[in-house]
């Protein structure tokens, strides 16, 4: 018999479960909580709870190359990253922004996107846990994938202030909420 199971006492283990949470300071950012959310044989990966910068995710309008062109692509691993603990930065694999896959499914908006492969996670099947916070007020935040060139060559997804999927230009600040995959 498989029995639910909500931890509702704090206590030092090795094995992370998805829901499990961990804090992070960041240096120059602040402390923040990220959560698992999907756990395998070689690694963790978290998905921070709130926004930590806003940030465009390019300086001109386009999103040619991609999210892994992006100049927030570059802003992750060249400044967020170096502001992690050096305890924790030497076990991160990798540090991105979430899908739309990931986050929302894939349901008929998705079909402007660039296609991912990924499941939802289960905790965003919730509309509520995408709602996301950044210095006191709702805020919207970037996905990875760019619209189709059919739809516009200058926008990528993102997650609306209410938790519902939309599409802005590449220079627009909308948050940054990454995820980070931790080697075990």
Sequence with gaps: MKLKVTRKVE???EDICVGDQITVKLKGYGKYTATAQRVTAD???????DVIARHCMNEVNTNEGG????????????????????????????????TYGEILGHDDFYENFE??????????????NRVCDFNGDWCSWW??????????????AYVSADGGAAYDGATDSDGGRPEFWLVR
Excluded: H
Excluded at 68 to 97: C, G, H, M, Q
Excluded at 120 to 127: A, G, I, T, V
């Design 11 to 13: 206590f030092k283990t």
């Design 43 to 49: 690694g963790v990966l978290f998905l921070f709870d």
């Design 67 to 98: 999210f892994d062109k992006s100049n927030i692509a570059r802003w992750l691993y060249n400044v967020l990253l170096p502001s992690f603990p050096a305890k924790l930065r030497n076990k991160v694999r990798e540090i991105t922004l979430p």
């Design 115 to 128: 296609p991912d492969d990924d499941e939802q996670f289960e905790s965003m099947k919730r509309r509520g």
């Design 143 to 156: 996905l990875r994938n760019a619209t189709k060139k059919e739809v516009s060559s200058a926008c990528f």
